[in-house]
């Protein structure tokens, strides 16, 4: 029972590479969720999909880009990583966004830009 | 912008003893409420949620209350253990939102 799945679980990255955070789900859930953890904060949206081919920014897009080619995969690109992008990031989906649609969450990605 | 916020950043409470952990929102158009577990090193999970037609609900050993009048919502557990050791997080959405907002977290340590 696999739910959300999300890979890398730790990475270090030098300022100005590029990296894929990978997340698939296996629960054929429309929408699907990137957030960012901070420590000590609550969470932030990054970017999240309504469905195939459809993003939209969340509160805290700059600096990603993420695409949704299927329904079960919504990886997220960080171009030119900065120190600032250091933080836990969580890829999440639920059945929609609407209503008691509860969002599920993977174990979450540790990246350090260094 | 609108947030919703927790009033204490930790807890610490004796095993066996009841917690309650407090949430204020500031956004009077959520409708939809929900408290979220984050153990060290894994992922939110759910807890129990509330729609604002509703000012209690209960689960095992978890109960949710909401306050519209104060925009205040509350978690509490009942015979609290040491597994209920973890981050606490409230989250509210517009019935109709596509996305949620979360609080910091309060940080719930159990005592043996």
């Known amino acids: 029972n696999a739910g959300v799945t999300q890979t890398p679980k730790f990475r270090i990255l030098k300022i100005g590479q590029s990296m894929t955070l990978q997340c698939t789900q296996d629960?054929?859930?429309?929408?699907m969720y990137w957030y960012r953890q901070d420590p000590g904060m609550g969470l932030k949206l990054i970017y999240y999909?309504?469905?195939?081919?459809?993003?939209d920014k969340g509160e805290v897009p700059n600096g990603y880009n993420v695409s949704r080619s299927t329904t079960e995969d919504f990886p997220l690109r960080l171009e030119l990583a900065a120190p600032s992008q250091t933080s836990v990031y969580f890829c999440?989906?639920?059945?929609?966004?609407?209503?008691?649609?509860?969002?599920?969450f993977g174990e979450g990605s540790w990246l350090t830009v260094v | 912008g609108e947030s919703v916020g927790l009033h204490l950043p930790t807890l610490s409470v004796q095993e066996g003893d009841n917690s309650i952990i407090n949430c204020a929102y500031s956004?009077?158009?959520?409708?939809?409420f929900i408290w979220y577990k984050q153990e060290s090193g894994k992922g939110p999970q759910f807890i129990i949620d509330?729609?604002?037609?509703?000012d209690k609900r209960q689960g095992q050993r978890v109960t949710v209350l909401l306050n519209k009048t104060v925009k205040h919502l509350s978690l509490q557990i009942a015979a609290t253990q040491p597994g209920d050791s973890a981050v606490y997080f409230c989250?509210?959405?517009?019935?109709?939102?596509?996305?949620?907002?979360f609080g910091a977290g309060t940080r719930l340590t159990v005592k043996p």
């Open positions: 999440a989906s639920s059945r929609t966004g609407q209503g008691t649609n509860t969002i599920y």
């Open positions: 629960m054929n859930h429309n929408y």
């Open positions: 999909s309504v469905g195939a081919g459809i993003t």
């Open positions: 956004n009077s158009a959520s409708d939809y």
């Open positions: 509330i729609r604002s037609n509703m």
């Open positions: 989250a509210d959405r517009d019935w109709n939102g596509d996305d949620m907002r």
